[in-house]
């Protein structure tokens, strides 16, 4: 069983409408990531959390810690959010230190126009 | 501020060969971390260094190897390339300064094919 889980694996959906992806993940961490894969390959991060909820423009990360569960929720998408969304984790290590990361299998979204 | 930068974006080796890739990192961050990413396995993480130093490795075979410069820029090294080796070979830098968590910037990856 991966330590990342995301879901759908796959989401295909009309322009304007409210998408969620999510993540449940089994070890303690010290933080999540919500990336951004386009084609081509570059992945930009869009947010990193520990607690709580962050949004930045259209999009919004939630993180439940005692349920081990997050969840990333875009607003009116639109056919530019068309990409790989990908889940990871920093797993604390046995020293307490952080590992590298531990990502999920991705979500592949396209938004029709 | 430029962002990560990795060189080269594509390459094409032999089995049995011996590549490098070089990673340099956003100016002033220290940790620079890699990630090999297939079409089977997904994203997995291969090893960080901050400070020159190898912090942590992930579960991969001593063909893969790397190292840090005083400048903070890394390479990593995979010697005797194997078919299973074709994949996107990212890198991520991130500012460490002493905070355990900071956000990890990705370069555009180098996209190495084994023939």
């Known amino acids: 069983k991966n330590e990342v889980e995301q879901s759908p694996q796959n989401l295909t959906a009309q322009e304007g409408e409210f998408i969620t992806i999510n993540c449940s993940y089994s070890?303690?961490?010290?933080?999540l990531h919500w990336l951004q894969q386009h084609p081509g390959g570059g992945i930009v991060s869009l947010f990193m959390l520990s607690s709580g909820k962050k949004k930045h423009g259209r999009l919004i990360a939630t993180i439940n810690i005692q349920e081990k569960h997050s969840s990333l929720h875009i607003t009116a998408s639109h056919p530019r959010d068309s990409a790989v969304y990908i889940c990871?984790?920093?797993?604390?290590?046995?020293?307490?230190?952080?590992?590298?990361?531990?990502f999920g299998k991705g979500t592949h979204l396209i938004i029709q126009p | 501020k430029a962002g990560v930068t990795q060189t080269p974006r594509y390459l094409i080796k032999t089995r049995g060969q011996q590549v490098t890739l070089s990673c340099s990192p956003i100016s002033g961050h220290r940790s620079v971390s890699w990630y090999q990413q297939t079409p089977g396995q997904g994203l997995q993480f291969l090893f960080e260094?901050?400070?020159?130093?190898?912090?942590n490795k992930g579960n991969f075979p001593g063909r893969f190897s790397g190292r840090q410069f005083s400048n903070s820029r890394s390479e990593m090294n995979v010697s005797t390339l194997e078919l299973g080796d074709s994949a996107l070979y990212l890198c991520?830098?991130?500012?460490?300064?002493?905070?355990?968590?900071?956000?990890?910037?990705f370069g555009q990856g180098t996209r190495l094919t084994v023939v």
């Open positions: 991520a830098s991130r500012l460490r300064t002493g905070v355990m968590n900071t956000e990890a910037f």
């Open positions: 070890v303690g961490i010290s933080a």
């Open positions: 990871a984790v920093t797993p604390l290590n046995s020293g307490g230190g952080a590992d590298g990361l531990t």
């Open positions: 260094y901050f400070s020159e130093t190898q912090r």
